[in-house]
């Protein structure tokens, strides 16, 4: 799981919105993840600065009032809860943010229809949801692989 070129362009398309002003938002990254700097190279470069940053030293960079990480690893503070439960019912976990992100999480979850009923959950009404998700290849990567064509 990683923030790389198309979670970064499509991040930035977010905060390209005159409608949107970052720092009152809250943002919730569906597993812990870190930016990848070589696919990166030219989007957010004057804040990466070449090191591998953690999903929330970027959000915060970005000027995010809050951000939330949640993965079974807890990696980087994230919220160790199990995506595939509800994680109202399991965690008593009820918080909500502007922006939920999959980046990369989903395919990594058997039970899809749990996990994005979650992404539901925590958003709140009016928020956005960001999906990333490999397409091609990576066949033997994950439980789940979601095809364009």
């Known amino acids: 799981m990683g923030i790389g070129y198309g979670q970064a362009g499509a991040l930035c398309e977010v905060l390209e919105h005159d409608e949107l002003d970052v720092r009152t938002l809250s ?3 569906l597993g812990s993840q870190k930016v990848i700097p070589a696919e990166v190279n030219g989007l957010l470069n004057t804040l990466l600065r ?3 940053l ?3 030293q970027l959000h915060t960079s970005l000027g995010f009032k809050e951000y939330t990480s ?3 690893d807890g990696a980087d503070g994230a919220r ?3 995506l595939g439960k509800n994680l109202r019912d399991t965690y008593g ?3 909500q943010f502007d922006l939920a992100t999959n980046s990369g999480t989903a395919e990594h979850v058997f ?3 749990e996990f994005f009923a979650n992404m539901h959950e925590l958003t709140k009404l009016g928020g956005l949801m960001l999906h990333s998700l490999p397409s091609r290849g990576w066949s033997q ?3 789940y692989r979601y095809d364009d064509v």
Do not use: S
Request: hydrophobic letters at 35%.
């Open 50 to 52: 070449g090191t591998n």
């Open 70 to 72: 949640i993965d079974l």
């Open 54 to 56: 953690p999903g929330k």
């Open 93 to 95: 976990f009820g918080d």
């Open 111 to 113: 039970a899809q229809a």
């Open 27 to 29: 943002v919730c990254d």
């Open 141 to 143: 990567h994950g439980f």
């Open 80 to 82: 160790q809860f199990d």
